[in-house]
């Protein structure tokens, strides 16, 4: 499975942005996927996944602000971000894992895509 991001970019304080990731492969409507972010000076967290049944699991900084969703038919999962806080500024990765979202959330994806830059103005 290869995984491509993008979207990323620049707003304010907030504000909205959608970052996705499409992936190459098959069967990667089965695959659980996921959205890691990494800050400036700060190690990969976990902020959100969705699973093949499409049950969603939230970092609790980003819960009731940040949506993943996923589209099948186009092997894309999103990250719909709203209400951005310059806290939320990083780099933002997609991944995807055939194991479960608690372990994916500790070890991280088998499969990583590159990172998409989202910067958050005050």
Known sequence: VQLQASGGGSVQAGGSLRISCTASGRHFSNYLTGWFRQAPGKEREFVAAINSKR?????DSVKGRFTVSRDNAKNTVYLQMNSLKPEDTAVYYCGASQTTTHAM?????????QGTLVTVSS
Not at 55 to 59: D, L
Not at 105 to 113: E, F, K, L, N
């Open 105 to 113: 959330s500790i070890r991280g994806p088998d499969y990583w895509g």
């Open 55 to 59: 049950a969603t699991v939230y970092v």
